[in-house]
């Protein structure tokens, strides 16, 4: 067994008197290695200037910090650079806030050239204004966690050599987007209809593609097992051939500035005649999932695009309520999912319709 996890203590904070749960940091915090050893919860009406919450419940942190030797503590909120600061100084300990941790997990698993430089894009864009931040305790950390990918190395260039470095990514990435408008028109002249899944990370958008292409690509049950799109060509019978796109899960709460970065690779979602947007329905908060998403859809001006909801995951034992019901993972009731998009691309009255 392992032995040099990091372990954390996370804080979440509400409003009201709404159940703050922290199940979903817990699981962001175990893809990056780290181990949860303990949870603070606090309402409030405003965050502390400070240190967002409470200055008593910093030291209730405190002294949890110290029963249970965290190396690490993680706020489930986005924190300033001075507020990390302050907590630093108080606690003794690394702190890092919800964007750092899905950053670090985007740095881990992006694999594409595109990939990378969005990455890149992404952390420096965070980092710019937490430039003064940095305190040193996150290199202390056992796994590093927050310091891995091209964005942090170059946290000792000054502001406006990091401004230097953003502008030169954007360009590149526009390179490499201009690329792709190209492919993404010579596919539409073949008369393919391009389908895209989106959904909530670990929804089973990867094993619904695997399922329908018969392909392998990489699934796995932690948040953000892809970070690429790929794209499979899938034969659905009745003459019709789509291009099966996959992408990066939405989570709740992704700072606009990671949503920017990711543009090029959302307008595969963008340019699509069809989504299927894929929900976990085993998990308990599908619903508030299904909003997040459609919340993203909206922000990258893709809310319009004709979408077949899929609930997924129902050899779990819950039906859905509407939609597809499928099992990505047992290879059930694709065949229906498959005359479903055969019959919407199909519709004669439908303006998605192509001329072949
Ligand atoms: N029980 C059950 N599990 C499933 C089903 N489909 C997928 N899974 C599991 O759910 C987990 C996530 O599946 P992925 O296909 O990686 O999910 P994803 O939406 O691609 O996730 P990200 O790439 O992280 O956004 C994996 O452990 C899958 O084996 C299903 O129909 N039933
Ligand atoms: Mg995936």
């Given at each position: 067994?392992r032995?040099?996890y990091d372990?954390?203590?996370?804080v979440?904070?509400?409003q009201?008197?709404?159940?703050?749960?922290?199940?979903?940091?817990e699981?962001?915090c175990?893809?990056c290695?780290?181990?949860?050893?303990?949870?603070?919860?606090?309402?409030?009406?405003?965050p502390?200037?400070?240190?967002y919450?409470?200055?008593g419940?910093?030291?209730?942190v405190h002294?949890?910090?110290?029963?249970t030797?965290?190396?690490?503590?993680?706020?489930?909120?986005?924190l300033?650079?001075?507020?990390?600061r302050?907590?630093?100084?108080?606690?003794g300990?690394?702190?890092l806030d919800?964007?750092?941790v899905i950053?670090d997990?985007?740095?881990?698993?992006?694999q594409?050239?595109?990939?990378?430089l969005?990455?890149?894009?992404?952390?420096?864009?965070?980092?710019?204004p937490?430039?003064?931040?940095?305190?040193?305790?996150?290199a202390?950390?056992?796994?590093?966690v927050?310091?891995?990918?091209p964005?942090?190395?170059?946290l000792?260039l000054?502001?406006r050599?990091i401004?230097?470095?953003?502008n030169?990514?954007?360009?590149?990435?526009?390179?490499?987007?201009?690329?792709?408008?190209?492919?993404?028109?010579q596919?539409?002249?073949?008369g393919?209809y391009?389908?895209?899944?989106?959904g909530?990370?670990?929804?089973?958008?990867?094993?619904?593609?695997?399922?329908m292409?018969?392909t392998?690509?990489?699934?796995?049950?932690?948040?953000f097992?892809?970070?690429?799109?790929?794209?499979?060509?899938?034969?659905?019978g009745?003459?019709v051939?789509i291009?099966?796109?996959?992408?990066?899960?939405?989570?709740?709460?992704l700072?606009?500035?990671?949503i920017?970065?990711?543009?090029?690779?959302?307008?595969?979602?963008?340019?699509?005649?069809?989504l299927?947007?894929v929900?976990?329905?085993s998990n308990?908060?599908?619903?508030?999932?299904?909003?997040?998403v459609n919340?993203?859809?909206?922000?990258?001006?893709?809310?319009?695009?004709?979408?077949?909801?899929v609930?997924?995951?129902?050899?779990?034992?819950?039906?859905?309520?509407?939609?597809?019901?499928?099992?990505?993972?047992?290879?059930?009731?694709?065949?229906?999912?498959?005359?479903?998009?055969?019959?919407?691309?199909?519709d004669?009255?439908?303006?998605?319709?192509?001329?072949?």
């Amino acid at each position: 067994m392992r032995t040099d996890y990091d372990k954390a203590i996370l804080v979440g904070v509400g409003q009201g008197s709404d159940y703050i749960d922290l199940s979903e940091l817990e699981s962001l915090c175990q893809t990056c290695g780290i181990v949860t050893v303990g949870q603070i919860t606090q309402h409030i009406k405003d965050p502390d200037v400070t240190y967002y919450i409470g200055s008593g419940k910093v030291d209730e942190v405190h002294a949890l910090v110290q029963e249970t030797k965290a190396t690490v503590v993680v706020f489930d909120v986005e924190l300033s650079g001075s507020k990390v600061r302050n907590l630093e100084q108080k606690l003794g300990v690394a702190v890092l806030d919800r964007s750092k941790v899905i950053l670090d997990i985007f740095a881990s698993r992006a694999q594409s050239a595109e990939g990378k430089l969005q990455v890149e894009l992404a952390q420096l864009k965070y980092n710019l204004p937490r430039l003064a931040g940095n305190s040193g305790l996150l290199a202390k950390m056992k796994n590093s966690v927050g310091m891995r990918g091209p964005g942090e190395k170059k946290l000792e260039l000054d502001r406006r050599k990091i401004h230097d470095e953003i502008n030169a990514l954007e360009k590149k990435l526009e390179k490499l987007k201009q690329t792709r408008d190209l492919s993404r028109k010579q596919a539409g002249s073949s008369g393919k209809y391009a389908v895209c899944l989106v959904g909530y990370t670990n929804s089973g958008k990867s094993t619904l593609l695997n399922t329908m292409a018969k392909t392998q690509e990489y699934a796995e049950d932690k948040l953000f097992a892809t970070l690429d799109p790929k794209t499979a060509r899938v034969f659905l019978g009745d003459d019709v051939q789509i291009l099966l796109t996959d992408t990066v899960g939405f989570i709740d709460r992704l700072p606009h500035e990671f949503i920017r970065a990711f543009e090029s690779t959302l307008d595969s979602v963008r340019y699509a005649d069809l989504l299927l947007h894929v929900v976990d329905v085993s998990n308990p908060h599908h619903e508030q999932q299904i909003a997040v998403v459609n919340e993203v859809l909206k922000k990258i001006n893709a809310s319009k695009i004709l979408t077949i909801m899929v609930y997924n995951k129902i050899d779990k034992g819950i039906a859905p309520k509407g939609g597809v019901g499928i099992s990505a993972k047992n290879n059930e009731n694709i065949d229906c999912l498959k005359s479903e998009i055969v019959c919407i691309l199909k519709d004669e009255n439908h303006s998605i319709r192509r001329d072949k």
